[in-house]
C-alpha cells in the first residue's frame, strides 16, 4: 500500500485548516487587543516609522498609519469572514496583506514564528478551493503541499537545535520553562528539577528526535499516530509551561489539517437517499481509492 496516498477520501481537512486558522489569529488578536493602541498607537512603544525605515520589503513605502481601534476591528472582521467560508479567497487574500502589514512587515523585530507560520496558513488558505472535490486530483496536490510543508518547518526546528550545544545538554529545554518572560496561566514551579540534569539532557534529546524524526515517521501508517501524538502532547506543554497559545494552537492546527482529518474514515450514507447520492457523488467509492482517480461506475451514480 501506498504510504503517502491517503486511506480515506475526507476532504473536511481544508475546512478544518481555514476556520481552524481563522479561529485562532482571531483569539490572538483578542488577546493582543487590550493593549494594541499601547504598543502600536501614536504614542506607543513602536516607532512605526522608525520600524519603516529598517525594512527592504515592500512595506517600507507605505504609508504609516499608526494603530488604532479600527485596525484590530478590521483585522477580526476578517478572520470572522475567512472563518464563515465567505468570500474564502479573497478574503484570505485580504487578511494575509493586512497581517502582514501589520505584523510581519513594518514591525517585524516585534514578531516571532507564528506571525510568519500564520502568514503561510493565510496563503495556504487562499489558495484552496472553496469547495474542495474528490473529483479533482488537485484536492490531493493542495494536502501534499500542506503536508510538505509542516514536515519542512519541524526538519530545520530540529535541525537547528542538533547543531548547538544548548539542546545537547538540557540547557535551552531548562530555560525555556524556567526564565522569566515566558508566563502562563498554569505554571507549575519547576525549579526543585534542577538538580537533576540527566532529567533534562533526555528531555532536550527527545524534542530533537521527535522534530528530526517528524518528516519520516509521520508518513507511516504504524508510527503516524505515535508521532502525531507526541507532537500535540509537545505544543500543549509549550502552552502550559511556556504561555505561548496562540503558536501552540495553531501548530496543532496544521497537524491535524495536515496528518488526522484526511486520514478519517468517511461517513457511510444510505444508498436509498437519493439527495444524500447526490450531494456525495463518491459515496460508493472505495475507502482505499486514492484521492483524483474516478470511481467505477454503477448503476445507482451514473448520472452524478
Not at 533534562?200 to 502525531?228: N, P, Q
Amino acid at each position: 500500500m501506498n504510504i503517502v496516498t491517503p486511506f480515506h477520501n475526507n476532504l473536511t481537512w481544508p475546512v478544518f485548516f481555514r476556520v481552524g486558522t481563522a479561529c485562532v489569529l482571531l483569539a490572538s488578536m483578542l488577546s493582543l487587543w487590550p493593549d494594541y493602541t499601547f504598543l502600536y498607537g501614536a504614542e506607543g512603544m513602536a516607532d512605526r516609522e522608525l520600524f519603516q525605515l529598517q525594512q527592504p520589503s515592500l512595506f517600507r513605502y507605505l504609508p504609516v498609519v499608526h494603530g488604532g481601534v479600527w485596525q484590530p476591528l478590521v483585522y477580526m472582521a476578517l478572520c470572522l469572514l475567512l472563518a464563515c467560508g465567505i468570500f474564502t479567497r479573497g478574503i484570505a487574500v485580504a487578511l494575509l496583506l493586512f497581517h502582514g502589514y501589520l505584523f510581519t512587515g513594518t514591525y517585524a523585530a516585534f514578531s516571532y514564528g507564528i506571525d510568519y507560520i500564520a502568514s503561510s496558513c493565510l496563503f495556504y488558505c487562499a489558495m484552496l478551493p472553496p469547495r474542495p472535490s474528490q473529483r479533482s486530483a488537485s484536492s490531493l496536490h493542495y494536502l501534499r503541499f500542506l503536508q510538505i510543508y509542516v514536515c519542512i518547518i519541524y526538519f530545520f526546528a530540529g535541525l537547528g537545535k542538533v547543531m548547538g550545544p544548548t539542546w545537547h545538554n538540557g540547557e535551552a529545554l531548562w530555560k525555556a520553562v524556567s526564565q522569566p518572560g515566558f508566563e502562563s496561566v498554569f505554571k507549575p514551579d519547576l525549579l526543585f528539577l534542577g538538580s537533576y540534569p540527566l532529567l533534562w539532557t533526555m528531555g532536550g534529546w527527545v524534542v530533537v528526535i521527535l522534530e528530526l524524526g517528524y518528516s519520516l515517521f509521520i508518513w507511516f501508517k504504524g508510527t503516524r499516530a505515535y508521532w502525531l501524538a507526541a507532537m500535540l502532547a509537545l505544543h500543549t506543554g509549550i502552552a502550559l509551561f511556556m504561555g505561548l497559545y496562540s503558536f501552540s494552537a495553531l501548530m496543532v492546527v496544521l497537524n491535524l489539517a495536515a496528518f488526522y482529518m484526511p486520514y478519517r474514515p468517511v461517513a457511510n450514507f444510505k444508498q436509498s437517499n437519493k439527495r444524500s447520492i447526490h450531494s456525495f457523488p463518491d459515496a460508493t467509492r472505495s475507502s482505499e481509492t486514492p484521492i483524483g482517480v474516478p470511481p467505477p461506475e454503477t448503476a445507482s451514480t451514473t448520472d452524478v
